[in-house]
Protein backbone atom coordinates (compact mmCIF):
# COMPACT_ATOMS: atom_id res chain seq x y z
CA UNK A 1 0.00 0.00 0.00
CA UNK A 2 3.29 2.26 0.64
CA UNK A 3 3.31 2.51 -3.17
CA UNK A 4 -0.14 3.96 -3.56
CA UNK A 5 -0.41 7.45 -4.70
CA UNK A 6 -2.62 9.87 -2.54
CA UNK A 7 -2.14 13.01 -4.94
CA UNK A 8 -1.34 13.80 -8.88
CA UNK A 9 -2.69 10.58 -10.00
CA UNK A 10 -3.43 10.46 -13.89
CA UNK A 11 -6.82 10.59 -13.41
CA UNK A 12 -6.50 14.04 -11.32
CA UNK A 13 -4.00 15.14 -14.08
CA UNK A 14 -6.33 14.60 -16.56
CA UNK A 15 -8.93 16.37 -14.43
CA UNK A 16 -6.49 19.31 -13.86
CA UNK A 17 -5.75 20.08 -17.48
CA UNK A 18 -9.41 19.99 -18.95
CA UNK A 19 -9.89 22.78 -16.11
CA UNK A 20 -6.63 24.74 -17.22
CA UNK A 21 -6.86 24.48 -21.01
CA UNK A 22 -10.44 26.02 -20.47
CA UNK A 23 -8.86 29.07 -18.43
CA UNK A 24 -10.29 27.42 -14.70
CA UNK A 25 -7.70 28.39 -12.06
CA UNK A 26 -7.37 26.30 -9.14
CA UNK A 27 -5.02 25.39 -6.09
CA UNK A 28 -3.94 21.65 -5.08
CA UNK A 29 -4.55 19.88 -1.47
CA UNK A 30 -5.88 22.74 0.30
CA UNK A 31 -4.52 21.56 3.67
CA UNK A 32 -6.92 24.04 5.44
CA UNK A 33 -10.15 22.58 4.05
CA UNK A 34 -11.95 19.10 5.33
CA UNK A 35 -10.65 16.33 3.52
CA UNK A 36 -7.11 18.71 0.60
CA UNK A 37 -9.82 18.09 -1.69
CA UNK A 38 -7.57 17.73 -5.10
CA UNK A 39 -8.69 20.47 -6.98
CA UNK A 40 -10.02 23.78 -5.55
CA UNK A 41 -11.63 26.95 -7.65
CA UNK A 42 -11.88 29.33 -4.64
CA UNK A 43 -13.06 32.07 -7.48
CA UNK A 44 -16.30 29.38 -7.52
CA UNK A 45 -16.08 28.18 -4.04
CA UNK A 46 -15.68 24.29 -5.57
CA UNK A 47 -13.83 21.89 -4.14
CA UNK A 48 -13.49 18.82 -6.78
CA UNK A 49 -12.73 15.10 -5.37
CA UNK A 50 -11.05 12.70 -7.95
CA UNK A 51 -12.04 9.32 -6.01
CA UNK A 52 -10.83 6.03 -6.88
CA UNK A 53 -13.43 3.50 -7.16
CA UNK A 54 -11.39 0.95 -5.56
CA UNK A 55 -10.43 2.67 -2.19
CA UNK A 56 -13.56 5.14 -1.81
CA UNK A 57 -16.42 2.51 -2.47
CA UNK A 58 -18.08 4.12 -5.63
CA UNK A 59 -21.66 2.75 -5.35
CA UNK A 60 -22.71 0.33 -8.19
CA UNK A 61 -19.20 -0.02 -9.85
CA UNK A 62 -17.13 -2.89 -10.84
CA UNK A 63 -14.26 -1.40 -9.96
CA UNK A 64 -15.12 -1.97 -6.22
CA UNK A 65 -14.36 -5.05 -5.38
CA UNK A 66 -13.51 -6.62 -2.27
CA UNK A 67 -10.19 -8.66 -2.00
CA UNK A 68 -10.22 -12.08 -1.45
CA UNK A 69 -7.23 -12.26 1.67
CA UNK A 70 -8.24 -10.85 4.93
CA UNK A 71 -11.73 -9.53 4.45
CA UNK A 72 -12.56 -8.07 7.74
CA UNK A 73 -9.45 -5.96 7.31
CA UNK A 74 -10.31 -4.41 3.78
CA UNK A 75 -13.91 -3.89 5.04
CA UNK A 76 -13.07 -2.09 8.07
CA UNK A 77 -10.84 0.06 6.01
CA UNK A 78 -13.27 0.46 3.38
CA UNK A 79 -15.69 1.47 5.95
CA UNK A 80 -13.23 3.98 7.62
CA UNK A 81 -12.73 5.62 4.26
CA UNK A 82 -16.31 5.83 3.19
CA UNK A 83 -17.28 7.51 6.67
CA UNK A 84 -14.18 9.96 6.28
CA UNK A 85 -15.50 11.12 2.83
CA UNK A 86 -19.03 11.86 3.64
CA UNK A 87 -17.57 13.45 7.02
CA UNK A 88 -15.76 15.75 4.58
CA UNK A 89 -18.13 16.49 2.34
CA UNK A 90 -20.92 17.58 4.96
CA UNK A 91 -18.12 19.99 6.38
CA UNK A 92 -17.55 21.64 3.13
CA UNK A 93 -21.28 21.88 2.07
CA UNK A 94 -21.96 23.29 5.45
CA UNK A 95 -19.51 25.80 5.12
CA UNK A 96 -20.90 27.01 1.87
CA UNK A 97 -18.77 25.08 -0.38
CA UNK A 98 -19.70 23.37 -3.26
CA UNK A 99 -18.47 19.90 -3.49
CA UNK A 100 -17.74 17.33 -6.84
CA UNK A 101 -16.91 13.87 -6.60
CA UNK A 102 -15.61 12.31 -10.12
CA UNK A 103 -15.19 8.67 -9.90
CA UNK A 104 -12.07 7.43 -11.53
CA UNK A 105 -14.22 4.76 -13.67
CA UNK A 106 -15.85 7.92 -15.39
CA UNK A 107 -12.75 10.29 -16.03
CA UNK A 108 -11.09 6.82 -17.84
CA UNK A 109 -13.13 7.58 -21.18
CA UNK A 110 -12.72 10.11 -23.57
CA UNK A 111 -12.34 13.76 -22.26
CA UNK A 112 -15.31 14.89 -24.21
CA UNK A 113 -17.27 12.95 -22.00
CA UNK A 114 -16.18 15.43 -19.38
CA UNK A 115 -17.18 18.84 -20.77
CA UNK A 116 -20.62 18.85 -18.49
CA UNK A 117 -17.77 19.75 -15.64
CA UNK A 118 -17.07 22.88 -17.52
CA UNK A 119 -20.57 23.98 -17.33
CA UNK A 120 -21.73 22.79 -13.90
CA UNK A 121 -18.51 24.74 -11.93
CA UNK A 122 -19.81 28.22 -12.72
CA UNK A 123 -23.61 26.64 -12.20
CA UNK A 124 -24.10 28.08 -8.46
CA UNK A 125 -27.43 25.54 -8.12
CA UNK A 126 -26.04 22.31 -7.98
CA UNK A 127 -24.22 21.93 -4.37
CA UNK A 128 -23.54 18.59 -4.74
CA UNK A 129 -22.27 16.65 -7.62
CA UNK A 130 -21.32 12.62 -7.89
CA UNK A 131 -20.26 11.25 -11.33
CA UNK A 132 -20.89 8.95 -12.24
CA UNK A 133 -23.60 8.22 -10.28
CA UNK A 134 -24.94 4.33 -10.51
CA UNK A 135 -27.15 4.28 -7.41
CA UNK A 136 -30.06 5.44 -9.55
CA UNK A 137 -29.50 2.17 -11.45
CA UNK A 138 -29.37 -0.06 -8.57
CA UNK A 139 -32.37 -2.25 -7.98
CA UNK A 140 -32.78 -3.31 -4.26
CA UNK A 141 -32.66 -7.65 -3.97
CA UNK A 142 -35.82 -7.55 -2.43
CA UNK A 143 -37.84 -5.83 -5.51
CA UNK A 144 -35.96 -8.25 -7.95
CA UNK A 145 -38.14 -10.69 -9.19
CA UNK A 146 -37.32 -14.11 -11.34
CA UNK A 147 -38.35 -13.62 -14.85
Known amino acids: ?26 RLHQRNLPGKPDVVLPRHRVCIF ?4 FWHR ?3 CKYATIPKTREDF ?8 V ?10 LR ?15 PE ?3 NWLLETIPDCTQKYVSW ?3 SDLLVPSDQLTAI
Open 1 to 26: MAGIRGSDTLPEMKVRKLLHRQGFRY
Open 50 to 53: VHGC
Open 58 to 60: HPG
Open 74 to 81: WQTKFDQN
Open 83 to 92: KRDIRNKDEL
Open 95 to 109: SGWRVIELWECGIRG
Open 112 to 114: GGM
Open 132 to 134: PNF
